[in-house]
């Protein structure tokens, strides 16, 4: 696999814009972070403030001295000899990426002057693949995160191939198989992308869309049917290192930062439920998301925008098995309506408690139309039985199948004469052909996504454009 830098491009310009030096009362660190209000953070953090739980963040690196992740970094890996060996370093001198959402998801706060991350007692594992990096990089980041106890894996990054290359899929596979939950940033429209990206892709995967100020899909952020959730997206502020901005904080939009959003709530849901596994909590944060777009999974919002406060609280059915793995056949959304065309054929959740509506519809359906139809097929029978004539039983004329004019009343029929054969006891029709689900079953599939590679970016650290492999979503 060839090496490829990591690109660092905003959704809707062409680089990070920096904080103003100087800030007026609305636009400190704390006035700009519009989301927390939105999303309602301040109410969650009174139930949980995400203690207890790991997030490992594959990037460029993540640098520890910054004042709003002191204490909050762990010592952890670097995947090529290019980056920090404990990851404990940014190597992005243009966006300081991974820094960026590190302080999103676990930002320590403290003022107005201060990032406050989602979840800001959870701690940062960082995983660091150096200014560049492999697609074998992005492989052994989420190896290496899963056996070093990544409760949660953040990948604001994309892979610049069409398809997910097998040993990504296998490394993601392993991943969840170890209890991760795995988010990854959809991709942008300003960085070439025009379809969800891998590893947003690869099915089992949180693949994160954004939304602007208002609620409404943010136009920077791509779309499509393996969309699972979408997160605050537009002017998100963060942390970054001296070299990228003076002050310490940059702005900017991009699925990337949405992204780091959902890994800090599903930190606050692990927090909250630290009995839960991966594919419990991962329907206890789809199954509690506001529906957004059309009825049902869309390719903008997927289940709809996050709702931490809903996620830590509402009650959610068990689950024995990842969510967005579930399902071998088309069928109903989440709320019960018909597939339409152009829907999501791929993962999708069976959801029978929460819509109770839902849930009779379809006991009813699984239970009845068998019933029904083999109402209809007696019925059928026994009309048959009565109105079809006898066999003929020679070339008599007359009407096919009656006995000749004159044919002696006494006289026994002939051989074979008398009605139908009766159906066989027990007869009905078969449950239904290998395979059968009930209606409603969700599918499973995912179309191959279809990216391309980011430009190049003026000030672009190593030499040469960048081959197909990792770039960084922001």
Same mark, same amino acid.
């Given at each position: 696999m060839?090496?490829?830098v990591?690109?660092?491009?905003a959704?809707?310009a062409?680089a990070?814009t ?8 609305a ?18 953090h009174?139930?949980t403030?995400?203690?207890?739980v790991v ?18 970094v762990?010592?952890g ?5 290019t ?29 107005t002057t201060?990032?406050?991350g989602?979840a800001?007692?959870?701690?940062i594992?960082p995983v660091?693949m150096?200014?560049?990096s ?7 980041g989420?190896r290496?995160?899963?056996?070093n106890g990544?409760?949660?894996i953040?990948?604001?990054?994309r ?5 997910a ?5 296998d ?5 969840l198989s170890?209890?991760a939950?795995?988010v ?12 969800v990206?891998?590893? !947003?892709n690869?099915p089992?995967v949180v !693949? ?5 100020k ?12 393996e ?8 002017s998100i502020?963060?942390p970054?290192?001296k ?5 310490g ?11 780091a959003?959902?890994?800090g ?16 909590v ?5 199954e509690?998301?506001?529906? !957004?777009?059309?009825a049902?999974?869309?390719p ?9 406060v809903?996620?830590?609280?509402r009650s959610?059915?068990?689950v ?6 579930k ?8 709320s019960?309506?018909?597939?339409r ?5 791929g993962p ?8 109770k ?6 006991v009813g359906?699984c239970v009845?139309?068998?019933i ?10 026994r ?6 004539p006898?066999?003929a039983v ?7 199948g ?7 009343a ?6 074979g ?12 029709p078969p449950p239904?052909p290998?395979?059968y689900?009930?209606p409603?079953?969700?599918?499973q599939g995912?179309?191959p996504?279809?990216?391309?590679p980011a430009?190049g ?13 990792p770039?960084?979503?922001?």
């Amino acid at each position: 696999m060839g090496a490829a830098v990591l690109a660092f491009c905003a959704a809707l310009a062409p680089a990070v814009t920096v904080a103003p030096a100087s800030a007026r009362a609305a636009d400190t660190v704390r006035g700009l972070q519009w989301y927390l209000d939105y999303l309602k953070i301040p109410a969650a953090h009174q139930i949980t403030k995400g203690a207890g739980v790991v997030v490992a963040v594959v990037d460029a690196g993540v640098e520890a001295s910054h004042p709003d992740l002191r204490g909050q970094v762990l010592a952890g890996h670097g995947t090529n000899v290019t980056a920090a060996s404990d990851g404990r370093r940014d190597d992005d001198k243009v966006k300081g990426h991974g820094t960026s959402m590190a302080g999103i998801i676990a930002g320590r706060g403290g003022g107005t002057t201060h990032e406050l991350g989602i979840a800001p007692a959870a701690k940062i594992l960082p995983v660091s693949m150096g200014a560049r990096s492999s697609t074998e990089d992005v492989v052994l980041g989420v190896r290496w995160a899963a056996d070093n106890g990544a409760d949660v894996i953040n990948l604001s990054l994309r892979i610049a191939q069409p398809v997910a290359p097998p040993e990504l899929v296998d490394a993601i596979n392993y991943a969840l198989s170890k209890n991760a939950v795995v988010v990854a940033s959809a991709g942008n429209i300003e960085q070439g992308d025009r379809e969800v990206t891998a590893p !947003a892709n690869i099915p089992g995967v949180v !693949a994160v869309t954004g939304f602007d100020k208002r609620g409404g899909f943010f136009a920077g952020s791509v779309q499509g049917p393996e969309t699972v959730i979408a997160s605050p997206m537009e002017s998100i502020i963060a942390p970054a290192p001296k070299v990228v901005s003076p002050n310490g904080y940059s702005l900017s939009s991009g699925t990337s930062s949405a992204g780091a959003i959902i890994s800090g709530v599903v930190a606050l849901i692990r927090a909250k439920y630290p009995k839960l596994d991966a594919p419990n909590v991962i329907s206890r944060l789809i199954e509690t998301a506001r529906e !957004a777009g059309p009825a049902g999974r869309d390719p903008q919002f997927g289940f709809g925008r996050v709702d931490p406060v809903a996620a830590l609280t509402r009650s959610v059915p068990a689950v024995t098995a990842n969510p967005l793995l579930k399902g071998e056949a088309a069928g109903p959304t989440r709320s019960g309506g018909a597939a339409r065309p152009g829907d999501d054929d791929g993962p999708a959740v069976e959801f029978g408690v929460t819509n109770k509506a839902g849930a009779i519809v379809q006991v009813g359906l699984c239970v009845g139309v068998p019933i029904i139809g083999l109402i209809v097929l007696f019925v059928v029978l026994r009309r048959r039985r009565r109105r079809t004539p006898p066999a003929a039983v020679g070339p008599y004329p007359g009407a096919p199948g009656m006995p000749p004019p004159g044919w002696p009343a006494t006289q026994p029929p002939p051989a074979g004469y008398g009605p139908p054969q009766q159906p066989v006891p027990g007869y009905g029709p078969p449950p239904g052909p290998p395979g059968y689900r009930p209606p409603g079953y969700p599918a499973q599939g995912h179309p191959p996504a279809q990216t391309a590679p980011a430009p190049g970016t003026s000030g672009w650290p190593g030499s040469g454009p960048p081959s197909p492999g990792p770039h960084q979503q922001q």
